[in-house]
């Protein structure tokens, strides 16, 4: 048996897989808790490294903590195919987010490895750290850090909920790895993710192309006031923080709703005050938005309209405000030749495709500033995700792990 055009993935074994990885760190009734750097996030990582090991393959750890799996390819010195997504969850996550990727990917290792077919370039798994950024804002810090977006410093400097860095808890857990997290030369970067969103499943597709990113833009705001009492302390002298994220957060609400006709979309994230406590205002708070639109200048506009809705929330309550952190992703920045790729091989192997957008945030994002990036949806039931009844049938990845397949040897290969 050699590879060949019609040669498929070993579902039933990815299916397996993805059964095991949904045993560590369970949350809810049907859902994982898996955080960033916890230690069922080192449980997963463990496990993982063994499997990638056990279909021969070289495991490297970068010092944000992202995993490497190299499969050589036949000619030496080419840089590597990259192919994966992530392994941690959110707090109340899904068993198939991000983790469908990274098991995707190496589904298509084992599965070269049954056909013992060795590719022209070498393939390389990757587990990104904290994608989802449950538990150090932002997310996709650890393949921003990868492509140069920030220094591994400042990741490790991201600290929890708990006052507990990064970088501590990435040597705790035993990842904080030799390799430099920086820029390297990279051939291709393919991510299979689930839809996260409803149109797959209402309109019973196969796979969806994804052909761009919703643009996106996010920020974290502080803003600081005066504790003071909160019963003598007459209204114009009051500088409470609180009331000042908390206008930002519902100012940020009514944008989003300004722009819906459209599709566009604002979230209020986050909230965090200091010392948030009864009789006592409070001094401090930090909070987090983020602006969507389909529309890239639209969506620029949503994320001016969001900066000066934090300073009007600040002066309106006496405090002062900084903007701490922004981010930007999405647009076109997919790679139009993979994207044809793979559309041509849904098509060859008759898998009902339609192409799409992703409205989620993804590695991918950070990946299409370095080199050429594609991205592969899969079904999930209702569109219901970042929820423990996130479901995706052991079905709905037939098309993708295939087409994945194919796509990956195809780009592996070429001449
Ligand atoms: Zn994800």
């Not at 993935?9 to 808790?33: E, H, K, M, W, Y």
């Not at 406590?277 to 389909?294: F, M, N, W, Y």
């Not at 000066?308 to 981010?327: F, L, V």
Request: some cysteine.
């Amino acid at each position: 048996m050699s590879y060949a055009p019609d040669s498929t993935a070993n579902l039933a074994r990815f299916n397996q897989t993805l059964d095991a990885s949904a045993q560590i760190g369970v949350g809810r009734p049907g859902g994982l808790s898996r955080l960033a750097l916890s230690d069922a996030d080192r449980e997963m990582r463990d496990l993982f490294v063994t499997w990638c090991e056990e279909a021969g393959l070289a495991v490297t750890v970068d010092a944000c903590g992202n995993i490497f799996a190299r499969r050589e390819g036949t000619e030496p010195d080419v840089p590597p195919v990259l192919v994966g997504s992530h392994l941690d969850t959110q707090i109340n996550g899904g068993r198939f987010d991000g983790i469908a990727g990274v098991l995707a990917a190496l589904e298509v290792v084992r599965t070269l490895n049954d056909l013992g077919h060795a590719t022209r370039r070498p393939l390389e798994i990757v587990n990104w750290t904290n994608e989802e950024g449950a538990r150090f804002s932002p997310p996709m810090s650890a393949s921003g850090a990868f492509v140069g977006a920030y220094t591994t410093d400042w990741v490790h400097g991201l600290v929890d909920d708990d006052g507990l860095s990064f970088g501590a808890e990435l040597a705790r857990i035993g990842y904080l790895g030799d390799a430099p997290c920086a820029p390297r030369p990279i051939d291709a970067y393919f991510e299979l993710h689930i839809e996260q969103g409803p149109i797959l499943d209402a309109e019973g597709r196969d796979i969806g192309i994804v052909t761009a990113g919703y643009p996106s833009h996010g920020m974290r705001v502080s803003f600081a006031g005066r504790t003071a009492h909160t019963g003598p302390t007459p209204m114009d002298q009051r500088q409470n923080a609180l009331a000042a994220g908390a206008r930002w957060l519902t100012m940020a609400d009514d944008i989003g709703w300004a722009y819906a006709a459209y599709d566009g979309k604002a979230t209020a994230a986050r909230l965090v005050a200091w010392p948030n406590k009864a009789g006592i205002l409070s001094d401090h708070a930090e909070a987090v938005c983020d602006v969507r639109h389909p529309d890239e200048k639209t969506a620029g506009l949503m994320a001016e309209r969001l900066r000066r809705a934090a300073s009007e929330s600040a002066a309106r309550c006496g405090c002062s405000y900084k903007i701490e952190d922004e981010w930007h992703w999405g647009g076109d920045i997919f790679d139009a030749g993979l994207v044809a790729s793979i559309r041509a091989h849904a098509a060859r192997l008759g898998f009902n495709h339609r192409d799409l957008q992703s409205q989620a945030g993804h590695d991918a994002y950070f990946l299409a500033r370095h080199c050429p990036t594609a991205m592969i949806f899969t079904p999930c039931k209702d569109g219901i995700t970042h929820n423990n009844e996130e479901f995706c049938t052991p079905e709905s990845f037939r098309a993708g792990l295939n087409v994945l397949l194919h796509s990956v040897v195809e780009r592996a290969d070429r001449v």
